[in-house]
């Protein structure tokens, strides 16, 4: 009996035993870091800067965990802010560095700077007093972004114009759209394309939904879709979700396990639905799609997406900077863990393996051995062991890709090349192709327009390949068709040009949902 009661007591004792030399440990490691940087400040040969040591020290410790947990400076985190708000203050340009200026790509209309005259296509080389000329793409924000009614005077150089433009512009609040495309692919079938998941998103895509005169039927296209914030996924998969479903549940050492179900019954759960995935959708994306894969709802068409299902919680350090440190992970309706596999500490490798995702002999071996799950509705199998596996498998577009035409879009070539034909044909352009409608039917590139690219290439250095632009002449094509469709008409021009360019999820998607009977249901119910 004594020996029973000595057990009990040293087991009740060890938890605590094991809490305490945790403690311990954590002191002692703190003051081991106390000790190094007071020995930095006093002894070292040189002032010490102590705060970009310790935010590298701080970075470094974070990278030896997950892939995801992170530290941002004030600096990142007020962007970051920025693109999750939906809004910031400016002067309403969108705007790409191109020979080391400033380029005005286009200006968002009833913005201050439109209401001025700023247009497309002009340069800005001054802002205030500052020469910019030679800014980088991530500073000129800095420069033209501030407190809203504040002041900002910029110095234009307009294509055609010999003196120097100069204008006054009140900042203002400006909209930062997630919503890029929002129309009818066919008379019944509706197309949204949502870029990332803000603060406004939910409210654009339902605003974006109802314009569209609620159609029968609805393409959601989360290709690229890195993801963003939790509580606009829920929203947008309780959209097509009856009252009471099971969206998401998260699991964590250190805080409690949630489930998240739908508050009320979504304005479209009868509607078919198709999810467009690749392997840039990520987090958020993923949990939208697996939920609707997950209670039938839809299919997803594409590829395997990401795999990011680590949930961070930002924590404020006081100064204007953060961390994001993994507490849990997010599982799908089904059970799934929509996380990749990952070691602390190799990052490298975690994003190596996700490009080799992108071959399909080397894809299909690392799926092989992945759990199967059941859906909850049909009761079909899904997979899991990482990402959202699409119900149906588009093959990797690489027809007409070729290193040359990579070249062209990695150094912005044929964007630059686009720019510069509109300071010079624009209004011809507008004139003969008043609506998109009547320039898909009749605009094409000419021999001048490629070889002009092909010019500006070779200035940038790149060895011109006759082979490789014939093989990729197609896709050449579409980029101009598209990137000038996305400048002289309204918003989503680009994706009208793309989406129908190109044989692929898009493509597949229409046909799905135009023959849903044969095509569609079949594959919910685990018949195709």
């Known amino acids: 009996m004594r020996l029973i009661l000595t057990l009990l007591v040293t087991l009740l004792f060890l938890p605590l035993r094991a809490q305490e030399t945790q403690e311990k440990v954590f002191m002692k490691n703190m003051q081991k870091i106390m000790q190094v940087s007071r020995l930095l400040s006093k002894l070292y040969v040189e002032d010490v800067e102590m705060t970009p040591l310790t935010e590298s020290a701080i970075r470094a410790m974070l990278e030896q965990l997950d892939p995801h947990?992170?530290?941002?400076?004030?600096?990142?985190?007020?962007?970051?802010?920025?693109?999750?708000n939906g809004e910031f203050s400016g002067i309403g340009v969108e705007f790409a560095i191109l020979r080391d200026t400033v380029h005005v790509v286009n200006t968002i209309p009833g913005g201050p700077a439109a209401e001025v005259g700023v247009r497309a296509n002009d340069r800005i080389v001054r802002i205030d007093t500052l020469g910019a000329v030679g800014l980088k793409q991530g500073e000129v924000p800095k420069y033209l972004r501030g407190k809203r009614g504040s002041k900002v005077e910029i110095a234009i150089h307009r294509p055609g114009v010999s003196e120097e433009l100069r204008f006054s512009i009140v900042r203002d609040k400006i909209p930062l759209n997630t919503v890029d495309a929002a129309y009818m692919a066919t008379p019944e079938i509706g197309y949204i394309k949502i870029n990332r998941f803000g603060r406004t998103t939910f409210e654009e895509f339902r605003s974006s939904f109802a314009e569209l005169g609620r159609p029968q039927s609805l393409?959601?296209?989360l290709r690229g879709n890195g993801g963003g914030l939790l509580d606009q996924a829920l929203k947008l998969a309780g959209f097509f979700l009856p009252r009471g479903a099971v969206v998401l549940s998260t699991e964590?050492?250190?805080?409690?396990p949630m489930t998240f179900r739908t508050p009320e019954n979504g304005a479209f759960t009868e509607g078919h639905v198709?999810?467009?995935?690749d392997e840039t959708s990520a987090s958020a994306s993923e949990i939208v799609a697996g939920a609707i894969q997950d209670w039938d709802r839809g299919v997803v068409i594409g590829r395997p997406s990401f795999g990011k299902g680590l949930v961070q919680r930002q924590i404020s350090l006081g100064d204007g900077s953060a961390i994001r440190l993994t507490v849990a992970r997010y599982h799908t309706p089904s059970g799934r863990v929509i996380q990749r596999p990952y070691k602390q500490g190799e990052r490298r490798e975690y994003y190596m393996d996700?490009?080799?995702?992108?071959?399909?002999?080397?894809?299909?071996?690392?799926?092989?051995?992945?759990?199967e799950f059941t859906t909850l509705k049909y009761r079909r199998t899904v997979r899991g062991g990482g990402g959202i596996h699409p119900d149906l498998l588009?093959?990797?577009?690489?027809?007409?890709?070729?290193?040359?035409?990579?070249?062209l879009i990695r150094r912005g070539v044929i964007n630059e090349y686009v720019l510069g034909y509109l300071d010079h044909h624009r209004t011809h352009l507008k004139s003969r192709y008043p609506t998109l409608a009547d320039f898909k039917a009749g605009f094409e590139p000419d021999a001048g327009m490629y070889e002009g690219i092909k010019a500006l290439a070779t200035r940038y250095n790149i060895e011109f390949d006759e082979g490789e632009f014939s093989h990729s002449e197609k896709l050449v094509k579409i980029r101009i068709r598209s990137l000038l469709a996305e400048r002289l008409f309204e918003r989503g021009s680009f994706y009208k040009i793309v989406n129908n360019s190109h044989t692929g999820a898009y493509t597949r998607a229409v046909?799905?949902?135009?023959?849903?009977?044969?095509e569609g249901n079949p594959i919910l119910k685990g018949e195709k």
């Not at 947990?69 to 999750?84: G, I, T």
């Not at 964590?252 to 409690?256: E, F, L, S, V, Y």
């Open 511 to 518: 046909d799905l949902l135009s023959h849903w009977e044969t």
């Open 252 to 256: 964590g050492r250190a805080i409690p």
């Open 274 to 277: 198709a999810v467009l995935i």
């Open 394 to 407: 588009i093959p990797a577009d690489t027809a007409g890709f070729s290193p040359y035409y990579g070249q």
């Open 69 to 84: 947990s992170a530290y941002l400076d004030a600096e990142e985190m007020k962007s970051v802010e920025e693109s999750f």
């Open 219 to 221: 393409i959601l296209d």
């Open 354 to 371: 996700h490009l080799r995702r992108y071959d399909d002999r080397v894809r299909d071996s690392l799926d092989a051995d992945t759990p």
